[in-house]
T-cell receptor, first 110, second 114 residues
Framework: EDQVTQSPEALRLQEGESSSLNCSYT??????LFWYRQDPGKGPEFLFT???AGEEKEKERLKATLTKKESFLHITAPKPEDSATYLC???????????FGTGTRLKVLA | NAGVTQTPKFQVLKTGQSMTLQCAQD?????MSWYRQDPGMGLRLIHY???????DQGEVPNGYNVSRSTTEDFPLRLLSAAPSQTSVYFC?????????????FGPGTRLTVT
């Protein structure tokens, strides 16, 4: 069964304290792995798509990496405005269904 | 472009009432989907569509109906609302094929069933 597990559930960082969020997945053939940011009361906002192991993508203080079993979202020198819930999702080959993890709630303290 | 729009933003229903949540996109995306988001459960797929006239069930389809008569619109119908359907509902769209198919989400509808 296709499955996505995110850890930790919640993370508190001081401003400037770099860290990583983890997304472990089990899927029968990966078509794509997606990272989203969700602010309270809003819809998820697309960040990155990763397609194959070894791929990396960057955007400002965020960098997403992918292996055959997991993806990491690295946050370098975070700022309070990076506080949000970060969601990971996968789409398996041969299907149009996206499976989401339960997210990591990130709080960056000034 | 407005992207993905959803109406209403908030809705309160009594048990047994029916209603339709509206979703529209202006990006000419073939794929559209509905999710519900509950605390601790993440986003769960209700129904999806890969084009006009084509729909399929997701993980939690019971109690919901969909149809897709146009590329732009994908309404979600609650047939007889139950308290278990209290949730936040998100509509999303993407390209169905090609090399990029990240989903773009609407702002959500917060539904309370009493």
């Amino acid at each position: 069964e296709d499955q996505v597990t995110q850890s930790p559930e919640a993370l508190r960082l001081q401003e400037g304290e770099s860290s990583s969020l983890n997304c472990s997945y089990t899927v029968s053939g990966l078509r794509g792995l997606f990272w989203y940011r969700q602010d309270p009361g809003k819809g998820p906002e697309f960040l990155f798509t990763l397609y194959s192991a070894g791929e990396e993508k960057e955007k400002e203080r965020l960098k997403a990496t992918l292996t055959k079993k997991e993806s990491f979202l690295h946050i370098t020198a975070p700022k309070p405005e990076d506080s949000a819930t970060y969601l990971c999702a996968v789409r398996a080959s041969g299907t149009y269904k996206y499976i989401f993890g339960t997210g990591t709630r990130l709080k960056v303290l000034a | 472009n407005a992207g993905v729009t959803q109406t209403p933003k908030f809705q309160v229903l009594k048990t047994g009432q029916s209603m339709t949540l509206q979703c529209a996109q202006d990006m000419n995306h073939e794929y559209m989907s509905w999710y519900r988001q509950d605390p601790g459960m993440g986003l769960r797929l209700i129904h999806y569509s890969v084009g006009a006239g084509i729909t399929d069930q997701g993980e939690v389809p019971n109690g919901y109906n969909v149809s897709r008569s146009t590329t732009e619109d994908f309404p979600l119908r609650l047939l007889s609302a139950a308290p278990s359907q209290t949730s936040v509902y998100f509509c999303a769209s993407s390209l169905a094929g090609g090399t990029t198919y990240e989903q773009y989400f609407g702002p959500g509808t917060r539904l309370t069933v009493t």
